[in-house]
């Protein structure tokens, strides 16, 4: 859907017109911690503390926990005059984004951490695997992985050699 509504091929829709600034820059799809936060300020009336802790118990998903800020979120939007079935609707989304979201911060470095390793895999191939299969020699199900994906990118392995070998790869 994020894919989508980025390139055109699905329109914007934002789950309550008070969300649309906060969901804007992600084409109306909950993709950050902030967002949540946000979303439970605009609509369900909590404080900065209290989003904070609606973030806290989605994360930890405790049936009793979020049954109790789906109640404080209802009573906030209902004060705003948003009836029950379209603030657990926005909760209901809030909840969903729990399994995958993380901090915006984190996503930016994530990002970048991805853009170097992908990077250093493309232009120093040979190194990059020879630096991960030292990091992982000890896992022989992770090295299994990094040595089957060498071998797609072409790269060669010579047999063990007493001669010339060496601790590391």
């Not at 503390?49 to 118990?57: S, V």
Request: glycine share 8%.
């Amino acid at each position: 859907s994020f894919v989508a509504r980025k390139h055109g091929k699905e329109v914007i829709e934002y789950p309550h017109p008070l969300l649309g600034q906060v969901l804007e820059e992600t084409y109306g799809v909950f993709v950050y911690q902030e967002q949540v936060m946000q979303a439970a300020q605009v609509l369900g009336g909590y404080s900065l503390g209290g989003a904070d802790m609606l973030r806290r118990a989605m994360g930890k998903k405790k049936a009793e926990e979020m049954a109790m800020h789906r109640e404080i979120f209802r009573k906030g939007a209902a004060e705003k005059g948003i009836d029950q079935a379209k603030a657990d609707e926005v909760f209901d989304l809030m909840e969903k984004f729990a399994g995958y979201g993380f901090n915006k911060s984190h996503a930016a470095a994530y990002a970048l951490l991805s853009y170097h390793t992908a990077w250093l895999k493309a232009h120093y191939t040979a190194e990059f695997y020879a630096a991960n299969m030292t990091i992982e020699m000890d896992d022989t199900d992770k090295l299994k992985v990094l040595l089957n994906d060498a071998k797609i990118f072409g790269i060669e392995f010579q047999p063990p050699c007493v001669n010339k070998g060496q601790y590391r790869f």
